[in-house]
């Protein structure tokens, strides 16, 4: 079974994921969008940090697609891990093994089509705008070592217009909507359904 988790930034996905992972353990792969941000080697550090990591162009869909499918079909792949303070990819690779379940988390992950019909279930987690501009404000500030008023300015001139143009319309390709991603009633009809399969 596939699980595609969406929503906006600061929404939940994770907090949801990990439930979920609590709940399986060791039956459960989880590809993380964001490691698929693209490369940008070429790219001064000042160059990366004013790129735009909240549109669909930012990530490299077709190498998570190749995973995904790599991983439906029994076999082990490397995924590339990401250096939010860098704004780039890590020189490792994070091995990652087929399982039973394959959780795929991301904003943006029902955009592209073709990934998206890859999922088996489809969960959008609806969190309010303030609590997760302020939820990427402590973890940005507190985990990727940014700085309050970079974080408030990428607020403003991408995360917010780029969830309202292609995050926010993918809440449309659901099956199940979350309020947060500690909904304890929606994450035991999650983890039924998941029995059930």
Do not use: W
């Not at 929503?7 to 459960?28: A, Y």
């Not at 790219?43 to 995973?67: M, V």
């Not at 217009?161 to 009809?189: C, S, W, Y």
């Amino acid at each position: 079974m596939v699980i595609g988790i969406a929503g906006g930034s600061g929404s939940g996905k994770t907090t949801l994921t990990n439930n979920i992972c609590e709940r399986f353990q060791d039956k459960i792969s989880v590809l993380y969008q964001d490691n698929y941000y693209k490369a940008r080697d070429g790219l001064s550090y000042e160059e990366r940090a004013k790129l735009n990591y909240d549109h669909p162009d930012a990530f490299d869909t077709g190498l998570l697609t190749e995973h995904l499918k790599s991983l439906i079909a029994g076999k082990s792949i490397e995924s590339p891990l990401y250096d939010y303070a860098l704004h780039t990819r890590k020189n490792e690779k994070l091995l990652i093994e087929p399982s039973k379940i394959i959780i795929v988390e991301g904003i943006l992950i029902f955009h592209d089509t073709e990934l998206c019909d890859l999922f088996d279930i489809k969960i959008f987690v609806d969190t309010d705008a303030d609590e997760r501009l302020i939820r990427r404000i402590l973890r940005d500030v507190t985990e990727r070592g940014r700085d309050i008023v970079s974080v408030t300015e990428q607020y403003l001139n991408t995360v917010k217009p780029m969830h309202e143009q292609f995050v926010e319309p993918t809440r449309r390709k659901a099956d199940i909507i979350v309020n947060g991603g500690q909904n304890q009633v929606a994450i035991d009809l999650i983890m039924q359904r998941i029995n059930l399969s």
